[in-house]
């Protein structure tokens, strides 16, 4: 017969490895968005946490829309200037109804992958989410030097 010792042994061991499986099991990212803290007169960086903004026609209260840097498939990109600070920025103007595949949402998972990866080197960095009934903006990281392709 097992020892009492050996008994709580297994049982540990049992629980560890349990916690181990629950921990591969939600694998999803934890992504942490600004809240009521925000402060919008302070430009956008990656020491603050993304911010994302469901009202709307509140773009153009913080940003002066300059000319398109590119066009593709569900978006146009262009010039943002933060109007607060004078900061620079790209703004990704997306078509909300090219993003959705059957049941999928594109968009949405473009939004979490670039907030989840947001740490990552040689990134383009999101800094704003606005969102809008048919389109959604995001406030990107402007890359100067022209198109990736080119």
Not at 58 to 78: I, M, P, S, T
Not at 104 to 109: H, I, K, N, P, S
Request: hydrophobic share 35%; proline share 2%.
């Amino acid at each position: 017969m097992p020892s009492s010792n050996h008994h709580n042994e297994e049982q540990k061991l049992n629980k560890t490895q349990l916690k181990k499986k629950k921990t591969a099991k939600s694998n999803k990212i934890k992504i942490e968005l600004a809240g009521d803290e925000y402060n919008s007169s302070v430009a956008p960086s990656l020491s603050q946490k993304v911010h994302v903004v469901s009202q709307l026609n509140q773009l153009g209260r913080h940003y002066d829309r300059g000319h398109q840097l590119g066009l593709g498939a569900f978006a146009k990109v262009f010039l943002g200037t933060h109007l607060k600070s004078n900061r620079q920025y790209a703004i990704k103007k997306i078509d909300r109804s090219k993003m959705l595949w059957g049941d999928r949402d594109a968009l949405e998972d473009e939004i979490n992958n670039l907030i989840a990866v947001r740490v990552g080197p040689n990134l383009v960095q999101l800094y704003e989410v606005y969102e809008e009934k048919a389109h959604c903006f995001l406030v990107m990281e402007l890359m100067k030097g022209g198109e990736l392709f080119d």
